[in-house]
């Protein structure tokens, strides 16, 4: 899309050939200064968020889009996000999102957000920094409590149960696998993510569903009805995992400058606010 990309020819268009090539060493200096001092120049940070991924960002809105802005204003530039879709890999998505560009011609951009802060994911994508983690996601169990008086302590429990879940997710993968696959025949997988999901438990369909924390929460925070807790089995990760923010490795006054700026949303509560605006329990 036009706002992820960025092209000197029209920035050119109408210049003599004299004067272009005068303006051919500036450029390659340009391309030199610090990634801080460029991205200043332009006036603008770009913001990589990922399409169609309630609650952080759909069209526009979400957690994410908050703090895309929020992290524009605190470094004093216009924000200018680039949603984009997921690709088949994380590392697909830091090539096309953060050093490199999709091959269709958008991006890259200055910083992408919601990247798992995890070593693995460091020692694969050596070209990108990953850092200011902001919230700790975990996979959890939503079930109605008048289906379940006496709570869900296994997932054998679930047997029986109308359960929904998004096919092609963690959750999904942690209940098919369950039981031996007892489970699998009564799932109802057809959902693109938790949160469509958690609607059906909302709308009385499913007596229970399993997904990210912030998808069920995003749904279900004020149901009086239902309860929200960890999915009981000890394949999932226990103590969750801590998402931040990506930049090109060698954007070290970027990386900086962000860090800082998380740690001040953080401080002040606006970070906390967001979640709490989308109904979503902040975790660090």
């Known amino acids: 899309m036009n706002a992820g990309r960025w092209s000197r020819r029209e920035l050119l268009c109408g210049l003599a050939a004299g004067a272009a090539a005068a303006l051919a060493p500036v450029a390659a200096g340009a391309q030199d200064a610090p ?3 460029r991205i200043r120049a332009r006036g603008s940070l770009r913001v990589a968020l990922y399409q169609a991924f309630p609650p952080f960002h759909v ?4 957690i994410d889009a908050a703090l895309g802005r929020a992290l524009a204003e605190a470094l004093q530039l216009k924000y200018e996000p680039l949603p984009f879709q997921a690709g088949e890999s994380l590392g697909d998505d830091l090539r096309n999102a953060v050093w490199k560009g999709h091959y269709l011609g958008w991006g890259p951009a200055d910083v992408l957000l919601h990247v798992p802060v995890e070593p693995p994911l460091m020692r694969e994508n050596p070209q990108v920094r990953i850092l200011a983690p902001y919230y700790r996601e975990r996979v959890r169990l939503a079930y ?5 008086p006496q709570g869900v302590s296994s997932l054998g429990e679930l047997r029986g149960h109308r359960v929904a879940v998004a096919g092609q997710s963690l959750a999904g993968w942690l209940l098919a696998g369950a039981e031996q696959g007892a489970l699998r025949e009564q799932l109802s997988t057809h959902w693109p993510d938790g949160a469509a999901a958690a609607q059906r438990l909302k709308a009385g369909e499913m007596e229970a569903v399993a997904g990210l924390g ?8 004020d149901d009086p ?3 929200i807790e960890p999915l009981p089995t000890p ?12 930049v090109k490795k060698d954007a070290a006054d970027l990386a900086l400058a962000l860090q800082q700026a998380m740690a001040s949303l953080q401080g002040s509560g ?3 606010a967001m979640f709490r605006e989308a109904g979503v329990r902040w975790q660090l």
């Open 214 to 221: 912030s998808e069920l929460e995003s749904v279900l925070h």
């Open 270 to 272: 606006r970070l906390q």
């Open 59 to 62: 069209d526009g809105r979400g």
């Open 235 to 246: 394949r999932a990760p226990r103590d969750g995992w801590a998402v931040g923010c990506a």
């Open 144 to 148: 109605d409590t008048r289906q379940f």
């Open 35 to 37: 990634a801080l001092e």
């Open 225 to 227: 009805r239902v309860a």
